[in-house]
């Protein structure tokens, strides 16, 4: 029956293109325009490329509704058509490459893998028989159906999957992408939309000593609403070939959240106990929550500890206040408060002593009242240093304080900018000079211009770098600092 199933495909090559290869079989296709039809049950076994690309105004297609086995590489350039409900399969021996928006089932037989180098869709159900899938740089895979994984046979890159959470859904399981979420109180989430990251781009590493870090894989989590006092159960699964040299003491794992898309990270709850699998290949952990959020796994020796919930600052009569806050500490001596009248040099004006160890949200406050000057934006950061003289910054916060005295006022536009900025001020002046520098302190603009009317134009700045740059503007014995942003 296999026989008769791959003349059959065969006959139809024959009709659409003009040749005839023995049992479905071919060294290599280039389709330039013609259809072909890979009836369902048919195999078509190709021992080379599979090529679709348009020439002249025909238009390449392929609806395939049974297996096409492919040793070589997929091209298919749009817009040739790829259709049907059959499966494309990947069974080389050397790394296989796929170019092309879209299959429906992909099965991946190489152990040397395979690499898709545009963002790809699965409307069907992807299968790892041997070898990995990998993404190359910035490009996603879109999950329609259901993954099939094991160790060293996975997805390594960016996985979307989009499943909705109701009141009348109790379960899902978003295609076995490694989290399910059950919905025992009807939280009404919507439309929820998972990332799964795994591989180089899924570790998550603590901030303060980038060699402690979780396992090689996180999870963006995304929901169309937000339900309020409605607990979801959420269960995490990844591979043991993920665990990235974690042990897992006690068979217990710590889960972590971020709500600021990996800015800081918070413990969700204690450790957990770990769930195997029967085969003992896959892990998971289940915590309760009610909100999205990123999430990553690590063990009780590897933390992924919570720089800074926030740091703020404002003007007050007394000074600048500064307040910060973390949500947990381990082995903190203290925070130096420093500043910068320029955005760059800082310099250090406190020490504000730590809790040192701490799983719960601290709080601390500091107000500078020696300030250098008046009428000035000044710049803040914090450098927390540990017990064993580690330390790690902050962000860099600005304080502006309106001088009431000197009677300058100055503003510019537009910011963002792309080609030019125009600066204004509230009173004709002879001279004032301009300076514009990235953040490592480097002059990239630098004139003393006439100001008159109040207006003065910088240009020349197109072939500035996209990203955010200080602009120093110096007038009447006075300067000021102003945060601007290339587009």
Same mark, same amino acid.
């Given at each position: 029956?296999?026989?008769?199933?791959?003349?059959?495909?065969?006959?139809?090559?024959?009709?659409?293109?003009?040749?005839?290869?023995?049992?479905?079989?071919?060294?290599?296709?280039?389709?330039?325009?013609?259809?072909?039809?890979?009836?369902?049950?048919?195999?078509?076994?190709?021992?080379?490329?599979?090529?679709?690309?348009?020439?002249? /105004?025909?238009?390449?297609?392929?609806?395939? *509704?049974?297996?096409?086995?492919?040793?070589?590489?997929?091209?298919?350039?749009?817009? %040739?058509?790829?259709?049907?409900?059959?499966?494309?399969?990947?069974?080389?021996?050397?790394?296989?490459?796929?170019?092309?928006?879209?299959?429906?089932?992909?099965?991946?037989?190489?152990?040397?893998?395979?690499?898709?180098?545009?963002?790809?869709?699965?409307?069907?159900?992807?299968?790892?028989?041997?070898?990995?899938?990998?993404?190359?740089? &910035?490009?996603?895979?879109?999950?329609?159906?259901?993954?099939?994984? *094991?160790?060293?046979?996975?997805?390594?890159?960016?996985?979307?999957?989009?499943? $909705?959470?109701?009141?009348?859904?109790?379960?899902?399981?978003?295609?076995?992408?490694?989290?399910?979420?059950? *919905? $025992?109180?009807?939280?009404?989430?919507?439309?929820?939309?998972?990332?799964?990251?795994?591989?180089?781009?899924?570790?998550?590493?603590?901030?303060?000593?980038?060699?402690?870090?979780?396992?090689?894989?996180?999870?963006?989590? /995304?929901?169309?609403?937000? $339900?309020? &006092?409605?607990?979801?159960?959420?269960?995490? #699964?990844?591979?043991? #070939?993920?665990?990235?040299?974690?042990?897992?003491?006690?068979?217990?794992?710590?889960?972590?959240?971020?709500?600021?898309?990996? /800015?800081?990270?918070?413990?969700?709850?204690?450790?957990? $106990?770990?769930?195997? #699998?029967?085969?003992?290949?896959?892990?998971?952990?289940?915590?309760?929550?009610?909100?999205?959020?990123?999430?990553?796994?690590?063990?009780?020796?590897?933390?992924?500890?919570?720089?800074?919930?926030?740091?703020?600052?404002?003007?007050?009569?007394?000074?600048?206040?500064?307040?910060?806050?973390? %949500?947990?500490?381990?082995?903190?001596?203290?925070? +130096?408060?420093?500043?910068?009248?320029?955005?760059?040099?800082?310099?250090?004006?406190?020490?504000?002593?730590?809790?040192?160890?701490?799983?719960?949200?601290?709080?601390?406050?500091?107000?500078?009242?020696?300030?250098?000057?008046?009428?000035?934006?000044?710049?803040?950061?914090?450098?927390?240093?540990?017990?064993?003289?580690?330390?790690?910054? #902050?962000?860099?916060?600005?304080?502006?304080?309106?001088?009431?005295?000197?009677?300058?006022?100055?503003?510019?536009?537009?910011?963002?900018?792309?080609?030019?900025?125009?600066?204004?001020?509230?009173?004709?002046?002879?001279?004032?000079? +301009?300076?514009?520098?990235?953040?490592?302190?480097?002059?990239?603009?630098?004139?003393?211009?006439?100001?008159?009317?109040?207006?003065?134009?910088?240009?020349?700045?197109?072939?500035?770098?996209?990203?955010?740059?200080?602009?120093?503007?110096?007038?009447?014995?006075?300067?000021?600092?102003?945060?601007?942003?290339?587009?």
């Amino acid at each position: 029956m296999r026989f008769l199933r791959e003349m059959k495909a065969a006959l139809l090559f024959a009709v659409c293109l003009g040749w005839l290869a023995s049992e479905g079989q071919a060294q290599g296709i280039t389709n330039n325009g013609a259809s072909i039809f890979v009836s369902g049950g048919a195999v078509l076994t190709v021992k080379g490329s599979f090529v679709n690309s348009v020439s002249g /105004a025909a238009v390449p297609s392929v609806e395939n *509704n049974g297996t096409i086995q492919v040793s070589e590489n997929w091209q298919f350039n749009s817009p %040739a058509l790829y259709t049907g409900s059959g499966t494309l399969e990947l069974n080389g021996t050397s790394v296989q490459q796929i170019s092309g928006t879209a299959v429906h089932n992909l099965q991946v037989n190489n152990s040397a893998g395979a690499t898709h180098f545009d963002n790809l869709t699965v409307t069907g159900n992807l299968t790892f028989t041997n070898g990995s899938l990998m993404a190359v740089a &910035g490009k996603t895979l879109t999950l329609e159906g259901s993954i099939t994984e *094991n160790i060293d046979r996975l997805y390594k890159g960016e996985l979307t999957k989009v499943m $909705p959470i109701s009141p009348a859904i109790t379960s899902q399981h978003f295609g076995n992408i490694g989290v399910i979420l059950q *919905n $025992p109180n009807g939280g009404d989430w919507g439309e929820v939309t998972i990332s799964r990251r795994t591989g180089a781009l899924g570790t998550i590493a603590n901030p303060n000593n980038p060699t402690i870090q979780g396992i090689e894989r996180h999870w963006d989590i /995304a929901s169309e609403f937000t $339900p309020t &006092g409605k607990n979801i159960d959420l269960t995490l #699964s990844w591979l043991t #070939s993920e665990n990235n040299g974690l042990t897992f003491p006690g068979n217990m794992a710590q889960v972590w959240k971020s709500e600021d898309k990996g /800015a800081t990270w918070l413990a969700v709850g204690s450790l957990a $106990p770990i769930n195997l #699998s029967q085969d003992g290949n896959l892990q998971s952990v289940t915590v309760q929550t009610r909100s999205s959020a990123m999430w990553t796994v690590s063990d009780a020796s590897s933390p992924l500890p919570v720089t800074w919930l926030h740091f703020n600052g404002k003007a007050t009569d007394k000074g600048n206040e500064l307040s910060w806050s973390t %949500a947990s500490e381990k082995d903190t001596e203290s925070f +130096f408060v420093e500043r910068a009248v320029n955005g760059r040099d800082f310099q250090s004006v406190a020490e504000v002593a730590a809790a040192g160890n701490s799983s719960i949200q601290l709080h601390y406050r500091y107000t500078d009242s020696a300030l250098p000057v008046q009428g000035h934006t000044l710049y803040y950061r914090l450098r927390q240093v540990d017990l064993d003289e580690k330390f790690a910054y #902050s962000k860099v916060i600005a304080v502006n304080r309106e001088d009431k005295t000197d009677g300058l006022k100055i503003s510019f536009f537009p910011n963002p900018f792309s080609k030019k900025l125009t600066v204004s001020v509230n009173k004709p002046m002879e001279t004032a000079r +301009f300076r514009l520098y990235n953040l490592q302190g480097k002059d990239l603009y630098h004139k003393q211009l006439e100001v008159r009317d109040g207006n003065v134009v910088l240009d020349g700045l197109s072939d500035l770098a996209v990203g955010l740059y200080l602009l120093e503007i110096t007038a009447e014995g006075t300067t000021k600092v102003f945060k601007v942003l290339k587009e």
